[in-house]
């Protein structure tokens, strides 16, 4: 299941439809498909979703999309920075609040908070330890201007701060929910369980759109939401069905559940695995020894039920 659409152009602010636009960021990678999309919500006074990364280029393409008009909130998704980057430098220049869940610590599980007390090392996955938004905004929290009204949804993850935005019949999903693949879940900021409990609380919210941060508009949103869920369920399986022939460690693990990884992608892939572990850990399906960590040995927890 694929969501085609042409690549949109770089350094061009498209009108989705009225009262919304997308401005779309130099910064396609493998890990960012086509790069980040910018969105402006609203005609005279307006709303910015993810400024996108700290690039000069999608700075003034940023400006030049909003001509003039009023930025009256920034809102961020999660503090990666090729979506919070140029949050600081579009906040300066145009006076507006930046509104986040909080900073890139917010929202952490118990779990994930001891790992990383316990050392572990984070993934490279470009955190932003300077993000701080002026206002945070909690669960449910609601924005209401002539834009509309805009419900922020806690949904950890992918990241333990990430917020989804819904808008009228539409939610911008961030991260959380892509539109070329499946998100990246990497701890200690990422957290499979929560995750996991984000797509059954977005599969609750009615929505006709997902506008994603990276990738095309998402318009069958339920059938994407379910496919992804029994994607991350199938993983899961694969991942049981190797621990049932004996013991792994996590490179071992995803060697054998992935086929023909590109070697970029690898470190991604051990990360992906590890945190299916660590939510197998969390159930009792699964034992860590000697405790729970990349370096851990991994095998079925024989004791659970
Ligand atoms: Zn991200």
Not at 172 to 199: E, N, V
């Amino acid at each position: 299941m694929t969501h085609r659409e042409k690549m949109p152009p770089v350094g061009i602010a498209e009108q989705l439809q009225p009262g919304l636009q997308r401005v779309l960021a130099p910064n396609a990678s493998p890990m960012t498909y086509w790069g980040t999309n910018t969105y402006i919500l609203g005609e005279s006074d307006v709303i910015v979703i993810d400024p996108g990364p700290d690039d000069p280029t999608h700075f003034n393409t940023l400006l030049q999309a909003l001509d003039g008009r009023r930025v009256a909130h920034i809102l961020v998704t999660h503090s990666h920075r090729d979506h919070s980057g140029l949050c600081a430098a579009l906040s300066k220049q145009t006076g507006a609040p930046i509104a986040g869940f909080g900073n890139s610590d917010a929202g952490r599980s118990d779990i994930m908070t001891a790992l990383l007390n316990a050392g572990m090392k984070r993934g490279g996955e470009g955190v932003d330890h300077s993000y701080q938004p002026d206002a945070c905004l909690p669960d449910g929290a609601k924005i209401n201007g002539s834009w509309g009204e805009i419900t922020a949804i806690h949904t950890p993850g992918h990241m333990a701060n990430h917020l989804c935005f819904a808008w009228g019949d539409d939610i911008f999903t961030g991260d959380h929910i892509m539109g070329w693949s499946t998100s990246l879940i990497s701890p200690p900021d990422g957290d499979l369980t929560a995750f996991m409990q984000s797509c059954r609380k977005l599969r609750e919210m009615p929505a006709k759109r997902y506008f994603p941060g990276h990738g095309a508009a998402i318009i069958q949103p339920k059938e994407w939401l379910a496919w992804l869920m029994k994607h991350r369920q199938a993983r899961e399986n694969q991942i049981l069905f190797a621990l049932g022939q004996g013991a792994f460690k996590v490179p071992a693990l995803t060697e054998s559940i992935y086929d023909d990884l590109a070697p970029v992608l690898l470190p991604a892939a051990q990360r992906n695995a590890f945190a299916h572990l660590i939510d197998l850990c969390q159930r009792d399906v699964v034992l860590a020894l000697p405790s729970i960590g990349f370096d851990a040995k991994f095998q079925i927890n024989d004791a659970a039920e």
